[in-house]
């Protein structure tokens, strides 16, 4: 039994897509535990580029079974356009290799509504597709899921005792319009029809493949920094987004996970509002968000962008039990003429090396920065460490030294061939 779990070190928007992507030839299975469509993963394939939402990441792998797991909260609508685009691309021809766990939890349309009313009034800088409304109706207990779907009857029951109440909300409290019952559930009984024979009890189906000796992959969505409990709240995701809710989110048990693999780039970025220590609100972090391409893969929002946090990354080593790390978009500070990296923070003259729960000592915060010589010049073609120029070598040492966990693998470029040092993790 060999599984692994892929998850963001920083805010996100890591490259996880690609780094699963990777993997895959590796796997057997490959999950989808968390999150929703306000998660965007972006793989690079023969000069042909994809973004998926809520379909896991190997799905371009014709013999590999993806499954979208309990913990995500699922767009029907999005996820039908986003497999028919990948249909209409020539993959997903075979309608076994997608699976939807019958427990997910389904985002309606009154949650998108609330989502963007609420964003109005306190900006968190949300994607507005109603991923947070829709984890609080599951943890209210009034959420529906896609085996609630299936059944008419119930489905109607679920919708009708739900209207009540959102209606009420968004009319009294936001001053939003509400919504008809005919027009949410003539949509969604279109989408039961697309969707039912994807529909599946996946945790079992998870456990008799586990037990033959299949390897799964876990992927998850956003970053260690935007988990509901561990990032920088109140500035962070709906869910849940360390390796330990892998299992939670495809229901295994946490004795089958075998190891955990962190992705970070070799800077940082987010997404949305909150603090950011090593931000850089000039021409430098404007340089790294032209030549990484730093939009929203999900929103075309532009990222915040700034040197490589070791304390943040240090943070998401410890909180996702992170045995090995993963470098992207080394590529992107080819042409800088020094390198800064965030070895600590100083604030109310003290200096500490770790990310603290009070947002306002964040803030505050500056950061303590090392300055290494950068080496200017193109690492596309790099295939192995030893390819690459003395400079970025040294820059990836004093990262791994700083971090203290092995980096197994380093992205130099977007494409599947442009990366140093792929290592069969099972």
């Known amino acids: 039994m060999a599984n692994i779990v ?15 992507d990777l993997l895959t030839r590796y796997a057997d299975l490959v999950v989808r535990f968390q999150g929703g469509s306000n998660a965007g993963h972006t793989i690079v394939l023969k000069g042909e580029k994809f973004v998926f ?39 997903l021809k075979n309608d076994s290799q997608l699976m939807i766990s019958e427990e997910t939890h389904l985002i309606l349309p009154y949650h998108r509504r609330i989502d963007a009313a609420r964003e109005k009034t306190f ?22 899921r896609a085996v609630d779907l299936l059944d008419e009857r119930v489905f109607r029951e679920k919708l009708e005792a ?21 027009e949410i559930f003539d949509e969604y009984l279109q989408y039961k029809n697309r969707l039912e024979k994807y529909v599946k009890n996946t945790s079992l189906i998870l456990h008799e493949e586990i037990k033959k000796g299949k390897h799964v992959l876990f992927e998850g969505a956003q970053g260690a920094l935007l988990d509901v409990d561990h990032g920088t709240y109140p500035y962070v995701t709906a869910s849940n987004t360390l390796a330990g809710n892998a299992c939670l989110g495809s229901g295994i ?38 030549k990484g391409g730093e939009y ?81 010049t193109e690492i596309k073609g790099a295939r192995d460490a030893k390819d ?14 700083l971090i203290g966990t092995r980096l197994a693998m380093i992205s130099v470029g977007s494409e599947r061939s442009e990366t140093v040092r792929v290592r069969n993790p099972f």
């Open 253 to 290: 048990g946490p004795t089958m996970i075998k190891s955990v693999i962190g992705v970070a780039k070799a800077y940082t970025t987010r997404v949305g509002e909150g603090p950011f220590p090593t931000e850089l609100q000039d021409e430098l972090g404007e340089k790294i968000r032209q």
């Open 6 to 20: 892929i998850v963001g070190a920083q805010w996100g928007d890591e490259g996880k897509g690609k780094i699963v």
């Open 53 to 91: 939402h809520l379909v896991p990441s190997g799905i371009l792998y014709k013999n590999k079974k993806c499954i979208i797991g309990s913990g995500v909260v699922l767009d029907p609508a999005v996820l039908i356009q986003e497999m028919d685009e990948i249909k209409k691309r020539g993959y």
């Open 162 to 182: 739900n209207l009540i109440r959102k209606n009420a909300y968004l009319t009294q409290v936001l001053n939003e319009k509400g919504f008809e019952f005919s």
């Open 123 to 144: 900006k968190i800088g949300t994607t507005g597709r109603g991923i947070g409304p829709a984890y609080e109706d599951k943890v209210a207990r009034c959420g529906i």
């Open 296 to 376: 929203g893969a999900t929103t075309g929002r532009p990222r915040r962008c700034g040197w490589f946090d070791a304390v943040v990354v240090n943070h998401s080593i410890r909180l996702n039990g992170i045995r090995e790390m993963v470098i992207t978009k080394l590529d992107v500070l080819n042409d800088f003429d020094t390198i800064k990296i965030c070895v600590g923070y100083r604030a109310d003259g003290k200096v500490f090396h770790h990310v603290p729960a009070n947002l306002e000592l964040l803030k505050r915060a500056e950061p303590v920065y090392e300055e290494l010589k950068g080496w200017k």
């Open 388 to 401: 690459l120029p003395p400079d970025a070598r040294r820059y990836l040492k004093r990262i791994e030294k």
